[in-house]
């Protein structure tokens, strides 16, 4: 670890801690890169807010050290936030974690045998980076405060480094096609008809704050599960830019646990003042102003079913190169005891029992090669760390006294991609036929009406220490400000 | 040897078919495709690709990413039969896939790598075979083919595209065209894919060279500047724009406006125990001697008057319906009868009869059903060259070789002739030239097998032209070059069995590639370079253990392992 890795410096156009300034030929691409960017984020970034003043925290070294905090906060106009390029301090004497060149020196450039399949993680991992701002870009005309605009923003600036992030990858290591490679990543937009963001998710609409918070619980949690398996990668930029990029996925992390926590929380606290004992007459909650339960649950149920498709077929033969090649291991693969290369090793999924197609026979575990079923394993693993965030929702709803659980639904329930794609399964799990399924589909997953109510909510709150109906006031805020704290000088208030 | 044979034990098998699998059925109708959709619109049809991952031809793969297998490229051939002879009205055809991010990723790999090589050679021949028909369509029947390719077109998927007159690509920055074949598989693109990129499309070699080792592919502008496509399509109007190259194409048809296409019914050959009975073709199998006996019957009715009385009567019009039986028959044999190495073929009829069906099919060749009919029997002809079998022609009294049917000697590696009356008094056989001989019918070298058989003797083929029309007795056909051997009465039934039993104990393999060098000599076409050259060179590494040992790259792939190399070069 040197100091040159941990200072940014940001003397110059692009900051960074890659010591760009002696690197003329990667210098001189991102250069030319920049302007686009900057069109793009004019073009794509939040709608209306580019010359306001934004509370934002900007990276200034990759990690704290004591008194010196790895990230300042400060007023910013979005446009001239400090993008650059950030690596984690190089560790000394890194070995591959695991496949077949375990405890082999990481490597420090791009080994030949494995360019074309290291190019493309870090093409649709950097895909899925401008896409969420693409998505969400609209959003801030809606904000139910300016806490949570800023927050919104925040995320928004983040995502927009993270593509730096990978853009750097594919500008230094990959040669004329990283550039090109490089340019189509602006090039492709959310939603577009002509050249769409490469994973369906990510094409997606965010219509409204309730979608937002979810998106960032799910989705941006399926980004860190991603992060966290190339940040084990042997090659070690990738791994060094992914570890620091986990630094500010936390923060999007937070937004949405803690988002979707205060609207249970004020929905309930709206039920209670109102007398109201059966959270689910929804009529009756929603008279009152705030998102009832059982609407959340289907929502609950739509991001986390179209996030699980996000981790690819169950059983992958590419999820199977990559870990063999050493370029993406598994979640938190250095807290896993084994050989790390899986080559005998078998992982279960859930298959519906034999003889079973269209009814409900029940889930059996049938065991598939482990190199195949990283993909299922990672799933698993992302589960797993939703259901954290989930218990601290559920824990809103009882203290208030409500009997309610949010719950998130079976792994094959209106999946698009891999293995369960052809059933139709309930969220409990149980085999349907498809009429059955369609038949109850409003049930299970948010209809046009429950889209018109949300969206009847969404009314701007731009009010300094105010907050919308529906969503309770933050216990805790960002860098301890005060409650009136002004988050946003909006330009044109 | 597949898996499933070794299981079962080594050769103790069954008479017929191949060891431990059931007969591969490549009989289909539009009703009971699995993969493709046939939509017809005047004058364009579409062919969508939407393969069924659980409908793979044998257990113990899944057709994932829209990559297939035979069965999906029977369907293929299916549609394209019915295409030229059920929808003259159709003047071109659009190949197209609804999936969202996968055009088509190719041949699958579990398949390949889970059959025996057999299986694999033979895929690899269908497929070629039926590309090429597409290729035939597109110059011959004035049906053009067009591939829209949204996604990637990987491998076999973009080689079915490089058959096809001209290739869109959407401009979205993801769809790609790719040939990952030696990067990924260890393999080549052996349906086509090199041959036609050099030959067909004209792209420099060392970019072909590139291209082959860029597992990811080439998309967008670059592909059109290499012309792996030939235009780029934005995605939003990607169907109207391709709906409007294809009418393009479509208006430089001479097929007729209207419908009212050929009759095509199911062929269902009735099975006995060791004989196969078509209509007008029948099947003998004396599987001790691993020899099946064709026997060709000739027309039973006059030649009809002219192309729209054929066509009116098209579910019975012997060449047509012999064509069809023929190529059955073929499929038959290489794909379910691996244990039969030598066809002998017969025939039984009037000379005379088949002679007026081979000069109405002459006179009539501007008709467009005439016309495919005359092609189809160019490519049932070729199906036969291409099969690696021996093929021995048996010309007895009773027998009827003239015209159409006299290419089928001239397709075998041997021709036997009887000579004089026969012992109970049937006249002594003649053959008969005739106008098709001389050229309606190219081999895969692009000559006629006249031609093929006098090659650079120019004087030869002149004074056989003479003859076009003169029944020939052995004599005559001997001195004329047309047959191997004459032999009377007393030599015929021993010198052909002995012949035969001779053949059926050479190695197999030394007769197939015997045969392979000796039937296409003269010019190289793109066709010949496909099935010569690539498929050789496909075939060797099909059998290398870089490809298919333990840790093969065929064999690893899916697996996550990388496959471990020899790196003897040879």
């Not at chain 1, 580019?50 to 200034?60: F, G, M």
């Not at chain 1, 490597?107 to 950097?126: F, K, N, S, T």
């Not at chain 2, 969202?100 to 990723?105: K, Q």
């Not at chain 2, 029948?282 to 019957?297: E, H, P, Q, S």
Request: aromatic share 10%.
């Amino acid at each position: 670890m040197t100091t040159l890795d941990s200072t940014v410096d940001y003397d110059v156009l692009i900051p960074n801690n890659v010591a760009l300034a002696s690197d003329a030929r990667v210098r001189r691409g991102l250069e030319r890169w920049h302007p686009g960017y900057i069109d793009w984020w004019m073009d794509m970034g939040p709608d209306g807010f580019q010359t306001s003043d934004v509370y934002l925290r900007t990276a200034v070294r990759v990690e704290s050290k004591g008194a010196d905090k790895w990230a300042v906060f400060d007023y910013v106009k979005m446009p001239d936030y400090r993008w650059g390029i950030l690596l984690a301090p190089q560790a000394e004497d890194r070995k591959i974690p695991f496949g077949r060149h375990v405890g082999e020196p990481a490597w420090q450039e791009v080994p030949g045998e494995y360019r074309a399949m290291l190019r493309r993680l870090i093409v649709i991992q950097g895909d899925t980076e401008p896409a969420s701002v693409e998505q969400q870009r609209f959003l801030g005309k809606t904000a139910p405060s300016l806490y949570d605009m800023r927050n919104l923003f925040q995320v928004n600036v983040e995502e927009g480094r993270h593509l730096w992030a990978m853009v750097y990858l594919l500008q230094k290591y990959f040669g004329r096609d990283g550039r090109e490679e490089a340019g189509e990543l602006l090039r492709r937009r959310s939603g577009s008809d002509d050249a769409p963001r490469m994973l369906g998710a990510f094409n997606e609409e965010t219509p409204d704050w309730l979608s937002f918070f979810l998106f960032t619980f799910f989705t941006d949690r399926d980004g860190k599960m991603q992060l966290e398996s190339l940040a084990q990668s042997g090659f070690d930029p990738l791994s060094r830019t992914c570890r620091f990029m986990l630094t500010e996925e936390a923060f999007h992390m937070f937004v949405g646990e803690s988002g979707v926590t205060r609207i249970v929380q004020r929905t309930c606290e709206a039920m209670r003042e109102a007398g109201l004992d059966d959270p689910t007459d929804i009529e009756a909650v929603r008279a009152l102003g705030v998102i009832d339960l059982p609407t959340i649950q289907k929502k609950v149920n739509l991001h986390y079913s179209l996030t699980l498709d996000l981790f690819g077929s169950e059983l992958s033969t590419n999820s199977a190169n990559f870990f063999n090649a050493g370029l993406k291991g598994r979640f938190r693969e250095h807290r896993l005891e084994d050989d790390h290369r899986l080559l005998d090793d078998t992982y279960g999924i859930p298959e519906p029992a034999k003889g079973a197609a269209g009814v409900n026979g029940g889930w059996q575990i049938v065991q598939h090669p482990a190199l195949n079923a990283l993909n299922a394993r990672l799933r698993d693993d992302f589960t797993a760390d939703c259901n954290l965030g989930v218990g601290r929702w559920n824990k809103a709803i009882s203290q208030t006294g409500f009997d309610f659980a949010i719950t998130l639904p079976h792994v094959a329930f209106h999946r698009q991609i891999g293995v369960y794609r052809d059933l139709h399964a309930t969220p409990a799990g149980e085999l349907i036929s498809e009429d059955a399924w369609t038949a109850q589909r409003g049930e299970w997953l948010p209809d046009d009406s429950d889209r018109a109510f949300i969206e009847s909510l969404m009314k701007p709150e731009f009010r300094p220490g105010h907050y919308a109906s529906w969503i309770a006031e933050p216990r805790i805020r960002i860098n301890h400000k005060p409650g009136d704290f002004e988050w946003v000088k909006l330009a044109e208030a | 040897m597949s898996k499933q044979a070794t299981a079962d034990g080594p050769s103790g098998h069954q008479a017929g078919e191949t060891v431990g699998e059931e007969p591969l059925d490549f009989r289909t109708h539009p009703d009971r495709y699995r993969h493709w959709q046939l939509r017809i619109e005047p004058p364009l049809a579409f062919l969508t690709l939407e393969v069924d991952e659980q409908a793979g031809l044998r257990p113990g793969y899944q057709l994932k990413q829209n990559s297939y297998d035979l069965g999906v490229d029977f369907e293929l051939y299916d549609a394209t039969q019915r295409l030229r002879f059920e929808h003259p009205e159709v003047h071109a055809v659009v190949l197209r896939s609804d999936r969202d991010r996968i055009f088509c990723a190719g041949a699958n790999i579990g398949m390949l790598g889970s059959s025996s090589h057999q299986l694999k050679v033979n895929f690899c021949k269908f497929t070629n075979e039926t590309r090429l028909a597409i290729e035939d369509a597109c110059q011959h029947s004035g049906q053009r083919y067009l591939c829209a390719v949204r996604g990637t077109a990987a491998g076999g998927g973009y080689e079915l595209a490089l058959a096809c007159d001209r290739i869109l690509l959407a401009d979205d920055g993801s769809s790609a065209v790719s040939l990952p074949e030696v990067p990924l598989l260890g393999v080549l693109p052996g349906t086509g894919g090199l041959t036609r990129l050099l030959d067909k499309r004209r792209v420099r070699r060392d970019r072909a060279d590139l291209f082959c080792t860029l597992e990811e592919g080439v998309k967008g502008r670059r592909a059109v500047a290499w012309n792996l496509v030939d235009e780029l399509l934005p995605r939003s109007s990607f169907d109207d724009g391709a709906k409007a190259h294809a009418l393009e194409l479509a208006g430089s048809s001479d097929r007729p406006s209207e419908p009212g296409g050929a009759v095509w019914p199911e062929i269902a050959p009735k099975p006995e125990t060791d004989s196969i009975l078509y209509t007008t073709l029948r099947i003998d199998f004396d599987r001790a001697l691993g020899t099946a006996r064709l026997t060709v019957r000739g027309p039973t009715g006059p030649a009809p008057a002219d192309a729209s009385e054929a066509l009116a009567g098209s579910a019975g019009f012997w060449p047509l319906v012999l064509a069809r039986e023929l190529d059955d028959a073929l499929l038959h044999l290489r794909l379910n009868e691996t244990r039969i190495g030598q066809l002998v073929i017969e025939s039984a009829g009037d000379l005379v009869a088949v002679a007026a069906f081979d000069a109405f099919l002459h006179r009539e060749w501007e008709h467009w059903f005439v016309r495919e009919v005359l092609l189809y029997w160019k490519r049932v002809l070729k199906r036969l060259d291409l099969t690696a079998r021996s093929v021995f022609t048996l010309i007895a009294p009773g027998s009827c070789f003239a015209g159409l049917l006299l290419e089928l000697a001239l397709a075998s590696d041997r021709a036997y002739m009887f000579e004089g009356e026969s012992e109970d008094g049937e006249p002594a056989p003649c053959i008969q030239l005739g106008e098709l001989n001389f050229g309606a019918f190219p081999t895969p070298n692009g000559l006629s097998r006249i031609e093929t058989r006098f090659l650079g003797r120019e004087d030869n083929i002149d004074s056989l032209r003479a003859l076009i029309g003169t029944p020939l007795e052995a004599a005559d056909a001997e001195e004329a070059g047309l047959v191997t051997e004459v032999l009377d009465d007393l030599d015929w039934e021993d010198e052909v069995r002995i012949a035969l039993e001779e053949r059926a104990s050479f190695s197999p393999d030394a007769l197939t590639a015997l045969e392979a060098n000796l039937r296409f000599p003269g010019p190289e076409t793109l066709e010949s370079k496909i099935f010569g050259r690539l498929s050789a060179w496909q075939n060797w590494i099909f059998q290398r253990p870089n490809a298919v040992g333990e840790e093969g790259a065929l064999r690893l792939y899916g697996t996550g392992r990388r496959p471990r190399f020899d790196s003897e070069r040879i």
